[in-house]
């Protein structure tokens, strides 16, 4: 067995992914094909190697880990679940070291140019949402973190595959059952996980920044009709600040990068539980239509 | 030599430099924690624009994470000031927080993971008791064993952490331990030490020049906390070059301070280290003073051997150099302890303790 590499783009990130395993680097062409680096001599940002342990466990239950700059940070895991650890483990590094930009925990997406950010905590349904909107056309930025350049206002894509998680993944199949998913990885930490593959144009578009025009804070309530309500500029600011990874680590340049963009975005409040329902209502919002102005 | 000790020695080496080579230099600096130095070190020679912006978001990310550390340290030593101001109890900052209240040089890029501070020997049980008072609490678990190790052997308490915020505060009476072959003599150091008040009107003392640059010798080559090595290193010679320019005769003087305070051992190994691994530059005069100091030949040709391994790996994190960290770990415990209560200590370590990983899932919020 040799140890073969990979050299993904991915939005403002390069990476390069080195493994022995097989299954795993497949797993990784199916997602990035779009992204694969074609240049002869890159400059990479993060140079990660996912190790098999060795050791006697390895022939009962062979393991993996995640390796950064030659270091280890995290305890092995099942080598079934390589993949995502790999998404896991870059997120983060991303999350730890990025902090030239201010990272918003939230899915983002572009109708052309213009952001829909799409802000929640875990299970709020943001990953569901950002896949459905992708899937309905909108272009995927990321659905994990809304990259923002302080100086600039603007939002930077990161296209990377979306894990769907435990029911969203039967919500998404069934809302398009051409979606292009990866594996079930039954046993993961955060429970069932199996990724969808970002849309080419999406990856083609992967360094063309957009601007925030919609915040919406989404809510999954089962049985709900959609529901978009005007959020005032202060709670929204606020409640986003409040879910970035280095909100306070920027201090003064992410308050007033946030401030910007509260008032150069309409702010919302958004229940939902069917996602026909729920991306017809979005593209609506985006398209200008119905009295969704935002509240003043 | 690796491309970052090259890069400290000569920043203009850059301008030859592609991607292969800061494919090295990244995760290298990385881990060292000076990507944040390097930056401030391309903008002094001018070499801002040969930095890729591939790498210049990095450089810039880390100091951006590094003034809020600052940040956060400068309030954690304005809640000790204000606690231990209340039974009049005199305090020194120390090391990274020391060069931040006296606005030296580091203080434009270094890193900070906790504050080390210093009181007066006969001050440290009631400062102890005053910030518990205060709301700090035992930083981490210890059992009895690790009370007994600080208490008894070491020259400080163990780790404090207030419960609302991050900062882990070290409280030390002593730049050594009490049991070890270095004895200093603190109170040489307290009347030597310079006062500072900041806008808050919190008082506390640094070390004046020599001590500053004698202590962290004393740290570099005691410290059993090795991944920070090059970045100590790096220290050392930003301080050196400060001091040197701004005093006159400071090289001498700080070797006649070595001699006094017994630490020219530790000072050599220091500016050693700063020559070969992080580009400082001393006057022939310097060194030659500095001889007197030097251990064995086969000794010094040891050390050289243990040390490139630290400071200049290859790669971060390779196996072929973790025999060099682990003897030069047993050296920084055998310096500071007798032999028998070594063997003890090494044994209890070896058993009991574990170390932890980050816990998966984690994720900075």
């Known amino acids: 067995m040799t140890e073969q590499s990979l050299i993904l783009d991915t939005g403002p990130f390069r990476v390069t992914v080195r493994s022995f395993d097989r299954t795993f680097l497949d797993t990784v062409r199916f997602f990035y094909h779009d992204g694969i680096c074609t240049d002869p001599d890159p400059l990479v940002d993060f140079d990660i190697r996912l190790v098999r342990r060795q050791g006697a466990r390895r022939w009962v239950r062979p393991q993996v880990q995640f390796e950064i700059d030659g270091v280890r940070p995290f305890e092995p895991q099942p080598l079934e679940n390589a993949y995502p650890v790999y998404e896991w483990g870059l997120n983060w590094c991303i999350a730890t070291s990025a902090h030239r930009y201010l990272m918003l925990h939230a899915g983002t997406v572009a109708f052309g140019d213009d952001a829909m950010i799409l802000s929640g905590l875990p299970g709020s349904g943001k990953s569901t949402l950002s896949a459905a909107l992708q899937l309905r056309g909108a272009r995927l930025l990321c659905d994990e973190f809304g990259l923002l350049v302080p100086e600039s206002g603007r939002l930077l894509p990161m296209p990377r595959p979306i894990p769907l998680k435990n029911t969203s993944i039967e919500a998404i199949a069934a809302f398009d059952g051409s979606a292009p998913l990866g594996p079930t990885y039954p046993k993961t930490r955060k429970g069932r996980v199996r990724h969808l593959r970002p849309s080419a144009a999406s990856v083609a578009l992967g360094e063309r920044a957009a601007t925030p025009r919609w915040l919406l804070f989404p809510r999954y309530r089962a049985g709900q009709t959609a529901d978009l309500q005007a959020l005032d500029r202060d709670t929204a600011l606020h409640r986003l600040a409040l879910n970035c990874f280095n909100y306070k680590l920027l201090g003064g340049d992410a308050f007033r990068a946030l401030c910007d963009l509260v008032d150069q975005a309409g702010c919302y409040e958004f229940v939902f539980s069917d996602l026909n329902q729920a991306v017809a209502c979005l593209h609506g919002l985006a398209q200008g239509e119905g009295s969704h102005e935002p509240a003043e | ?365």
């Open chain 2, 1 to 365: 030599m690796n491309l970052l000790n090259e890069v400290l020695a000569r920043p203009s080496v850059i301008t030859h430099w592609g991607a292969r080579e800061w494919n090295a230099f990244l995760p290298l600096a990385r881990n060292a924690r000076l990507l944040g130095r390097c930056r401030a070190l391309f903008a002094a020679h001018d070499l801002a624009d040969g930095v890729p912006q591939r790498v210049d978001d990095h450089l810039r990310g880390a100091l951006t994470q590094t003034h809020y550390v600052q940040g956060q340290a400068r309030r954690e030593l304005r809640h000790v000031a204000r606690c231990l101001a209340r039974e009049g109890i005199q305090l020194m900052a120390l090391k990274g927080l020391a060069y931040l209240v006296a606005g030296l040089p580091p203080s434009g890029w270094r890193n900070l993971s906790d504050i080390d501070l210093m009181v007066r020997r006969a001050d440290i049980e009631r400062a102890e008791q005053l910030l518990h008072t205060c709301g700090w609490v035992a930083s981490g678990e210890h059992d009895t064993y690790d009370e007994h190790y600080y208490r008894d052997w070491m020259h400080e308490v163990p780790p404090l952490r207030h419960p609302a915020r991050a900062v882990e505060v070290d409280v030390h009476h002593n730049l050594s331990p009490p049991v070890s072959r270095t004895q200093i003599d603190a109170d040489k150091l307290w009347d030597a030490a310079s006062e500072y008040t900041d806008e808050f009107g919190t008082r506390v003392f640094v070390l004046e020049s020599a001590d500053l640059l004698l202590h962290n010798a004393i740290h570099l080559f005691m410290n059993d906390e090795l991944r920070g090595g090059l970045r100590d290193v790096v220290d050392f010679r930003d301080l050196y070059e400060h001091f040197d320019a701004a005093e006159a005769g400071f090289a001498e003087r700080l070797v006649a301070r070595a001699t006094e305070l017994g630490c020219g051992r530790a000072l050599y190994y220091a500016a050693r280290a700063a020559q070969r691994f992080a580009g400082l530059r001393t006057a022939t005069e310097f060194d030659q003073a500095l001889s007197r100091f030097a251990p064995s030949a086969p000794a010094a040709a040891l050390m050289d051997r243990l040390t490139a391994a630290v400071f200049a790996p290859r790669r971060p994190g390779m196996k072929r150099d973790a025999l060099a960290v682990q003897a030069l770990f047993i050296r920084s415990h055998w310096i500071r302890m007798p032999p028998l209560m070594l063997i003890r200590h090494l044994a209890h370590k070896a058993f009991l303790s574990r170390r932890q990983r980050v816990a998966e899932g984690d994720l900075p919020g």
